[in-house]
C-alpha cells in the first residue's frame, strides 16, 4: 500500500484559496462537536491562528499547542477548556507524538510510506477508542493543524476517529509564504546543531524540509539550497547514500553550487569512494577557486591516500585563502610529521596555537613530533599543555608516559599510564607500558600481573612487541612470560 491524498475519493482537496474559504463556512456553520483537518506548514499554521479570531468574530476560538510527544489527548483537552467558553480549539504539534515512530532509515522517508511501521502510535490508538467520549464530553470543533504526512497518519493509523471528520483542507500558499518558510527554515541551519539531535528530531526535519520541495510555488534556487541541506541533515545521521542523491538533486538544479559539490565529496569519503570525492571537490573548486572547506577536504582525502605532497599543496591552498585556518594548519603538520619532515611539522603545529592556544590536539601533535626527534623534555611539556585544556584525554598521558619511559624516569610513568587508565580502562598499550616499567624495575610480580592483563585485551599484537622488546630480558627465561608469549 502507497496511500497519498488523492486516495481520497470523498475528501479532494479544492484549491487552496477556495478550501480556505470553504473550511470559513465551514467553522461558522458547525455548533457542537467536529473534526477538522488542515493541512498546512507551521509557518501557514502560526498565520492561520492569529488571523482566524479576525475572519469568525461570533466565536470563541482558542489554541492548544503541543511542543512534545504526547500519548493522551482527551485529558489535557479537558484541563485546558475546563471552566472556558471555547466554540473553536485548534490544536498544533500533534506531528511530535509521531516522529519517533519512523523506524526507517531516514533516506527513506517519502509521504504516504507506513509498511516498516513497527506499531501504531499511541496517539493514534488513543483517538481510535476514546472518539465518542470526544464526541460527549466536548461540544466543540476541533482543528487539527497538521503537515500532509501527519494526516495521512491520521487516515491509515486513526482511521475510526478520522472517519468522524468535519472536512479536510489545505490552506492557501503563497509564493511569499514559501519563500519566507524556506529561507526561516535554512537561516537556522547548523550541522554542527544537527549532530545534537535526536534522531525524532532529525526525522522532523526532513519531513519539514521535503514539504517545503513539494510546493508548488518553490523556486529553483531554493529547491536547490533545500536539497543541499536535506543532504547535510541526512549526512549527520550517517545516512550518505541518501544525502549524495539530495546533493545531486540540488545540483541539478543549480551545477554550479559549489557547497553541494564538497557535500557531496565529504559523504563519497565517507563511504570510502575517495576518488569520486576528490572529482567533487575538483568541481565544487572549479565554480569556487577560493574555497577553502574544499581545499582542506581534498587534502584530508589526498592523505589518506597515501598521496602528502599533493595533500600538503593542497592545505597549502586552503591556507592560502584562509590563513588562520587552524585546523588546516594542524592536518598539515600531520601529512609533514607522515613524512618525518617533524621541524616543519613543529612550525605548523605552533601556527596553529598562535592562531588556538588552547586546541589540545595540536598541543598533543607537537609533542608527538618532538618525541620523534628524541626531545623528551620538551615532548613532555607539550603533553603536559594538551592535558591543561583536555584532562581527560587518554593519548596525551599514554604518550607522556613513554617519554617519561624513555627518560629513565618509570614511577612518573607509571604515574601517566594509571591517568590513561582511569579513563580508558581496557587500554592494552598502558597496561603493557606498565609491565615494561615494573619489568625495568625489577618488580617481576607486578611486571607478569600487567601484561597478562595487556595479553587479555590484545593477546596477538601484545605478543609481538614482548617477543623482542628489551624491557623484559630480565624475566625473559621466567615461566609465566614464557607461556604468555607462546
Known sequence: MNPNLSDWDDDLLPEPEEAYQDLLRALKRKSGFGLFFVQCTPGEADKFIVKLPQEILQKKIAVLRFVESIDNLYQPVA???KDKQIDILLIKGLEYSLYKYEKRKFGEITEGQFSNLTSVPHILNHLNQQRERFRDDFPIS??????SFSINYLIHRAPDFFDWRSGVFELPTTPEVVDEESTRLLDEADYEEYLKLSPEQKIEKVLEIQDLLTEKHQSENLQASLQCELGKLLHSADEFEAAIASYDQALKF?????DAWNNRGNALYNLGRNEEAITSYDQALKFQPDYHLAWFNLGIVLNNLGCFEEAIAS??????FQP?????????GIVLRNLRRNEEAIASYDQVLKIKPDYHRAWY???YALDDLGRNEEAIASY??????QLDYHRAWNNRGIALYNLGRNEEAIASFDQVLKFQPDDYQAWYNKACCYALQ???EQALKKLEKAFNLNREECSEWAKSDSSFDGIRQNERFQALIQ
Not at 476541533?142 to 503537515?147: C, E, G, S, T, Y
Open 79 to 81: 484541563e485546558f477548556i
Open 142 to 147: 476541533f482543528v487539527f493543524l497538521l503537515r
Open 254 to 258: 543549480q551545477p554550479d553550487y559549489h
Open 315 to 320: 592545505y597549502d591552498q586552503a591556507l592560502k
Open 324 to 332: 588562520d585556518y587552524h585546523d588546516a594548519w594542524n592536518n598539515r
Open 365 to 367: 601533535n607537537r609533542g
Open 384 to 389: 603536559d599543555q594538551a592535558l591543561k585544556f
Open 442 to 444: 625489577g618488580n617481576i
